[in-house]
T-cell receptor
Framework: GESVGLHLPTLSVQEGDNSIINCAYSNSASDYFIWYKQESGKGPQFIID?????DKRQGQRVTVLLNKTVKHLSLQIAATQPGDSAVYFC????????????FGTGTKLQVIP | GAGVSQSPSNKVTEKGKDVELRCDPISGHTALYWYRQSLGQGLEFLIY????????KSGLPSDRFSAERTGGSVSTLTIQRTQQEDSAVYLCASSPRAYEQYFGPGTRLTVT
C-alpha cells in the first residue's frame, strides 16, 4: 500500500547551520504534502504545506521542496535554532476536500548549541 | 483563541476496562481527526469526521474502538475491553480546511 517514509531517523545540526529533513513518498496520487513539528509532550504543529503542482514553497525560515519525479519531499530550515529541536513529520493526502492524512514515521532534529 | 483540548491528559486503566477520551475542537472547524501515536512512532490514523458526512472509520484497529461526534463539535473516542497494546498517546486534531490540522496535546493512555 501507499506509504510515506523518512530517510533518517535522527539529524544533529549545529546551531546556526541549515537543516534539511528528507521524506520519500510512494503514492503518486497524493495532492498535498504537509510538514509538522512535534515537540516533546505536545501534539504536532503544522509548519507548511505544498501542493503537487508546485515544486517549492517558502515560509518563515522554512522551505519545502517537492520532486515528483523521484517522489521526494524535503524541509529546509535556515539558521537552525535550539527551539527547532523536535520530531518532524511529513504527511500526505489526496485531493478533493477532506481526506485521510498519512503520516511518516518522523525525523528527530537535535540542535547542538 | 482556544486551541484543541483533550481530556483526560493521562489515563491509567486496567486491562479489560472501557475508557472514553474526549476532544473539544476549535470552534468553527468542520473536520475532526483521531490518531494514535505509540512511543517513538509516527501517527496512526484512526477516524475522521467531516460535517454531516458519514465518518471515515477505516483506521480503527478493531471493533473495540468507536467514536462519536455530537452536534458537529465535541468528539469522544471509546475503547472497550482495553488491552495492553492499546497503550499510546491518542491525539485529536480539528481542521478548518483540508490540509491544515490543529492538534490537541493528546491523552496518554496506559493499560496495566
Amino acid at each position: 500500500g501507499e506509504s510515506v517514509g523518512l530517510h533518517l531517523p535522527t539529524l544533529s545540526v549545529q546551531e546556526g547551520d541549515n537543516s534539511i529533513i528528507n521524506c520519500a513518498y510512494s503514492n503518486s496520487a497524493s495532492d498535498y504534502f504537509i510538514w509538522y513539528k512535534q515537540e516533546s509532550g505536545k501534539g504536532p504543529q503544522f509548519i507548511i504545506d505544498i501542493r503537487s503542482n508546485m515544486d517549492k514553497r517558502q515560509g518563515q525560515r522554512v522551505t519545502v521542496l517537492l520532486n515528483k519525479t523521484v517522489k521526494h519531499l524535503s524541509l529546509q530550515i535556515a539558521a537552525t535554532q535550539p527551539g527547532d529541536s523536535a520530531v518532524y513529520f511529513c504527511a500526505e493526502t489526496g485531493s478533493g476536500g477532506y481526506q485521510k492524512v498519512t503520516f511518516g514515521t518522523g525525523t528527530k532534529l537535535q540542535v547542538i548549541p | 483563541g482556544a486551541g484543541v483540548s483533550q481530556s483526560p491528559s493521562n489515563k491509567v486503566t486496567e486491562k479489560g476496562k472501557d475508557v472514553e477520551l474526549r476532544c473539544d475542537p476549535i470552534s468553527g472547524h468542520t473536520a475532526l481527526y483521531w490518531y494514535r501515536q505509540s512511543l517513538g512512532q509516527g501517527l496512526e490514523f484512526l477516524i475522521y469526521f467531516q460535517g454531516n458526512s458519514a465518518p471515515d472509520k477505516s483506521g480503527l484497529p478493531s471493533d473495540r474502538f468507536s467514536a462519536e461526534r455530537t452536534g458537529g463539535s465535541v468528539s469522544t473516542l471509546t475503547i472497550q475491553r482495553t488491552q495492553q497494546e492499546d497503550s499510546a498517546v491518542y491525539l485529536c486534531a480539528s481542521s478548518p480546511r483540508a490540509y491544515e490540522q490543529y492538534f490537541g496535546p493528546g491523552t496518554r493512555l496506559t493499560v496495566t
